[in-house]
């Protein structure tokens, strides 16, 4: 390939194919999209580390050998991949055991959370993205003469760059031991170093005169960066949005708007829940702290431009406490986001909220920052 093979995978994914595997799962064509953008650089990555283990390695170029050969990329039977009982299916799962012994489940978990499916339909674009893959390095084996550099040396040549492939909203999900893991040769952009600079005396006594009035006078100045955090992580730079009635917000690349909002315009799946990640409920309580109105007026906002949208609230708590008052306050708790979004507009007749207590969790209950993400409210679209 005279491209890196990353973009020669994308490239040979023409268009139809993308909306037929779209047709097929019933999701939308650029979370398809975003998908395998992600699985590529992964599987190069995990190959890597497979072929440089001794015992692995002659097993897995064994296998690959074996793997069905498609000599065209577009003509590759994806439907086969997608099957789970398919002999080829079967054969992918067993290459990709070989590359993920622990699992890829957390990982499917924070791509799901990135472009908006379920889990299960990741699973399912992985499979098919994994086919494409072993396809393309089968491909360079059976090409490859005395002069070809071995498999391993192949694509190492090709992963510096192909790292640099991976979407920066998923890269965002991540935790740095997770990038580590996953991928090893994206580095989060360093901080910037502050320039040491010689101050005239006269300036640091007017910088002092101006704290001081600072301080007396009690003034507090917060100012919006250009990223923000929150529990689930760092949610990217904000953007703006323009909605259907004309009217423009402004979020986090990676918030729950934003992830919202294609759901709704791909009419995607109504079995996708979505988590609010910039809401802030007082201690034991169903009152919401102010830092939670601006998420709740962008919701109010994307529901009168999409009128005819139902949605259900859901209600989640920790495991600590008492069982009974957990389940009461997650009820509570989904109860005032609902009335706290009519009192901004929003058509109660299309708000439900329920509460499940600390059913659910989407983080073991081990640490504060896991039970700070279990204690959360959750959307998803009815209609």
């Known amino acids: 390939m005279k491209n890196n093979i990353i973009e020669s995978l994308d490239a040979g994914i023409s268009p139809e194919m993308t909306a037929l595997i779209s047709e097929v799962i019933c999701e939308n064509e650029l ?20 072929l440089n283990t001794v015992s692995l390695h002659d097993h897995f170029v064994k296998m690959l050998e074996q793997l069905p050969f498609y000599e065209s990329m577009p003509h590759l039977s994806w439907e086969a991949a997608s099957n789970d009982s398919s002999v080829l299916s079967a054969m992918i799962e067993q290459l990709n055991a070989l590359l993920f012994p622990e699992s890829t489940a957390r990982l499917e978990r924070k791509i799901s959370r990135y472009v908006g499916f379920p889990a299960e339909t990741v699973r399912k674009i992985m499979t098919i993205g994994s086919a494409f893959f072993f396809n ?32 920066a909203g998923l890269v965002n999900l991540l935790s740095k031991e997770e990038l580590a893991e996953y991928y090893p040769l994206i ?38 960066t250009t ?30 708007e934003n992830k919202l909002i ?11 829940w979505l988590s609010f990640d910039r809401l802030k409920f007082k201690t034991n309580s169903a009152d919401l702290q102010p830092e939670s109105e601006e998420q709740m007026k962008n919701i109010a906002e994307i529901m009168k431009a999409y009128p005819d949208t139902r949605l259900e609230l859901g209600g989640y708590t920790d495991n600590t406490g008492d069982k009974d008052f957990n389940m009461e306050l997650s009820k509570k708790r989904a109860d005032s986001v609902r009335q706290g979004l009519i009192n901004l507009g929003a058509n109660g007749d299309n708000l439900e909220a329920h509460g499940f207590g600390s059913e659910f969790p989407v983080a073991p209950n081990n640490t504060e920052d896991n039970r700070a993400k279990n204690r959360r409210i959750d959307i998803r679209i009815l209609k």
């Open 227 to 256: 990223e923000t955090t929150s529990s689930w992580g760092n949610l990217g730079a904000f953007i703006s949005k323009q909605l259907p009635n004309g009217n423009t917000l402004k979020f986090p690349e990676s918030g729950m």
């Open 187 to 224: 580095s989060r952009e360093p901080e910037k170093k502050k320039c040491k600079k010689k101050w005239p005396w006269w300036l640091l006594w007017v910088l002092l005169i101006a704290l001081l009035i600072f301080v007396l006078r009690g003034c507090y100045f917060q100012q919006k």
């Open 31 to 50: 979370g398809v999209k975003k998908t395998l953008a992600a699985i590529f650089p992964l599987l190069m990555h995990k190959t890597i580390d497979c």
């Open 262 to 272: 294609g759901v709704i315009e791909s009419q995607g799946s109504t079995s996708v």
């Open 136 to 167: 393309a390095i089968k491909e360079y084996l059976l090409k490859s003469d005395e002069q070809s550099l071995p498999l391993k040396e192949w694509l190492i040549s090709h992963r510096k760059h192909s790292d640099a492939l991976v979407p």
